[in-house]
């Protein structure tokens, strides 16, 4: 007979624990960024995309509905181990090389890529819109702590991702390597906080070079929350153009908020404040 009090004791103890590992993740990308947008401060004001900054009262929504996206990725962490359990889901703690870490986690990047992108343009059709994906949409001004901020059906749609693929791969006769999966999970949440960190990371010409332009910048997601119907991407410009969804003055955008130099900026400082006191303007 299973004794229902331990049982629940188990449950609760090892819910706890995939709790703090997906919030953990979040809460370190996110309090890296926002430590480092405060130490290089001249700089993150220089690269500023957007005049509008984020409430308190965002920041409060943001971090709370994070808690609770952390809790569905834990359930849908769950729901992978019991398909592991019954056999339907392989995967491989122990002896691999590190090749095989290295494509199945390009494998797995490339593959959310068009997942996210096709589950994100299916949340911002009108008749769901609303009960999903407006919650994130709440925040028009992003912050690093926007990256978990969902409904609850929004995080469920997100974090299905990982039972998805690993059926899959596992229907297709491999199995995922722990490591790949542990590698895939930093990756998305640094590059979450990054497309919503308000301030351009890239340096200027990235758009314009063969070489990068294919990999997203912060400006492409944030044009995404400020105008609404395009760049539905997460990690690489490719479905965008494909589908004809990007922002057509994404790169003029970029190319506009990492031509702030210091000296510019400076000298646009000097002119605002002779703007506002036109007795005192240099001759
Ligand atoms: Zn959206
Ligand atoms: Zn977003």
Known sequence: MIDLPTAFDVFADRMIRVVVFDLQRYLVAAGLFTIALLVFRSWAQRK?????????????REIASSLR??????????LTLALREVGLVKLKLETFTLLTVAWQFALM???????FYWMHRALHHKRLFRATHLHHHKSR???????YSFSSWEAVTEALFIPIFMLATSTMGFAMTGLAIFLFLWHMIFRNVIGHLGVELYPAGWVDNRWTGWWNTTTHHDLHH????????????????????EHPRYREEFRKVTARTRKAAREAEREAEAQAEPGTAPA
């Open 48 to 60: 500023r995309i957007q005049n509008r900054r984020a409430t308190r009262k965002d920041y409060t």
């Open 69 to 78: 996206t952390s809790v569905v990725f834990a359930l849908t962490t769950f």
């Open 109 to 115: 990047v490339v593959a959310h890529d068009a997942y």
């Open 141 to 147: 001004t992003p912050t690093p702590w926007t990256a």
């Open 226 to 245: 400020s105008s609404g119907n395009t760049n539905f991407g997460l990690y690489f410009t490719w479905w965008d153009r494909w589908m004809g969804t």
